[in-house]
């Protein structure tokens, strides 16, 4: 997967959720010890509070985990 394609995924989840969604979003990718990839996807990347947060499996594109902070 792309980065945009996965902030497009946690910004959808945001909407669907009803959370802030605020630009611009990081998107940063981890390996596991297995060789799966796993993506991190944070809203508001640039500041401290109104985040989403948004795990990502690259394999499968499902959303492993989601949570928001409001401020």
Do not use: C
Request: avoid cysteine.
């Amino acid at each position: 997967m792309t980065r945009t394609e996965v902030i497009e995924i946690a910004a959808g989840v945001a909407e669907a959720k009803g959370w802030q969604w605020i630009e611009p979003a990081s998107a940063t990718p981890h390996v596991s010890s297995d060789g799966s990839v796993t993506w991190e996807v944070f809203s508001n990347a640039l500041a401290v509070g109104s985040k989403v947060r948004v795990t990502i499996s690259d394999n499968t594109g499902e959303v492993l985990s989601k949570g928001y902070i409001p401020r």
